[in-house]
């Protein structure tokens, strides 16, 4: 079986090494354990690599110092991804790139439950193993055999019962599975992003031919939504900790708009859109609210201001404001301690004057990059901090001046 072009590794000089089954089967071995063991904990910045190879060439052959070193290297990478078995693991940079972070990996299993699931295009494995985890029958096939290999050592690396085929899902899948899992390639050969999801490695489109009880899409968070209207379903949107991860298209859902989901500590809340009066625009008031970026791309601005009693400053932009602080998982506040129309002169000396010389510049719908506005504040006297929100009340430049957030 060829390999078609989306999952033909890297060679290209100086990108990473392209490994094969022979590179699997050495990793694998004794004498690979014990090299990566014994340089586990060392020095892996760019300035150490060449002693580090150069002492590794001692006891291997070049290519399979080669091997080595870069394991160790995606394994370092690895560590928030795969916090617990990251250390025994095998990879390859691009699947590492693309593969999940824990919470949302927990996720998704949790949802699927004890189920038969098939999980296509799975690359090293990552989501097939946390749907083993979870008590599902799990079967992940991939195209690439070199992923199989790497995917049935991490099984093993994890003890986990999780079977691994090579297979081309545009020709046919297995029948018979509760659920069905995929994660195209959003990259193509060079590695860069693919945008359109018929462009996708293999193309969305596949999943109009597949019958499960369930079928959920991993898709990139910055989707165009109008190339899923003729799918239906529900698109959800994941955010992890406050960053956007994934959006996950649920082809089996009933039609729905736009779904937000933020993970965080374990828990996994959720918002979906609610009728209601639009927010009013008004000036901002005691507090700024950021919604969360799930929020956003899940259109649930709106939604969001109903639930916190908050206006909006512009019709365009996507910060909220209100008068008291409802605690809600969906948004930061920031206390505001004044406001004025942009003028560069009035906020230089508005600044001066509290003895301000540190700020952080946040903005949505403002030109000014922030280091260039930095520059231009020529901030020099003070030790007082704040943070500058330049965004737009009613279409006009504005300048919200915020306290400095504290913790703990």
């Known amino acids: 079986m060829s390999i078609p072009r989306w999952r033909k590794r890297r060679t290209n000089s100086g990108g990473p090494m392209a490994l094969t089954l022979e590179d699997i089967e050495f990793l694998r071995g004794d004498r690979a354990r014990d090299m990566l063991a014994a340089y586990a904990d060392c020095d892996l910045t760019d300035a150490n690599t060449l002693q580090l190879l150069t002492r590794l060439r001692a006891s291997l052959t070049p290519r399979e110092a080669s091997a080595v070193l870069q394991t160790l290297q995606l394994r370092e990478k690895a560590t928030t991804k795969f916090p617990r078995y990251g250390s025994s693991m095998l990879f390859t940079d691009d699947a590492l790139q693309q593969a999940s972070g824990p919470a949302a990996r927990r996720y998704r299993a949790r949802l699927f439950g004890a189920r038969s699931v098939l999980d296509l295009c799975c690359g090293i494995g990552s989501d097939t193993l946390a749907f083993a985890a979870a008590g599902s029958q799990a079967l992940g096939l991939e195209i690439d055999p070199v992923r199989i290999a790497i995917a049935r050592h991490n099984a093993e690396a994890m003890n986990l019962d999780a079977r691994f085929e090579v297979a081309d899902v545009r020709a046919s899948i297995p029948a018979g599975y509760d659920c069905i899992f995929f994660d195209p390639s959003r990259r193509d050969e060079r590695g860069r992003r693919i945008r359109d999801v018929e462009r996708q490695l293999p193309p969305l489109s596949l999943v109009k031919e597949w019958r499960a009880d369930e079928i959920c899409v991993k898709l990139s968070p910055a989707v165009d939504r109008r190339q899923l209207e003729s799918y239906g379903g529900c698109l959800e949107f994941i955010s992890v900790a406050g960053d956007l991860s994934e959006a996950l298209l649920w082809t089996r859902r009933p039609c729905a708009p736009p779904l937000a989901t933020k993970l965080v500590d374990g828990a996994a809340y959720h918002l979906n859109h609610r009728a209601g009066e639009p927010a009013a625009i008004a000036p901002p008031k005691s507090w700024l609210v950021e919604p969360d970026p799930a929020v956003l791309r899940a259109g649930l601005v709106q939604r969001l201001a109903q639930d916190l009693n908050a206006t909006m400053l512009d019709d365009s932009i996507a910060y909220l404001s209100a008068d008291e602080r409802i605690e809600t998982p969906w948004a930061r506040y920031w206390a505001i301690l004044d406001w004025m129309p942009f003028q560069l002169k009035r ?49 006009q430049p504005i300048a919200i001046i915020c306290r400095e957030p504290s913790f703990g």
């Open 347 to 395: 906020l230089r000396r508005y600044l001066a004057e509290r003895g301000v010389n540190k700020v952080t510049v946040k903005k949505r719908g403002f030109p000014m990059p922030p280091e260039q506005l930095k520059r231009q504040l020529r901030l020099k006297k003070g030790s007082e901090s704040r943070v500058l929100v330049m965004t737009r009340h009613r279409g």
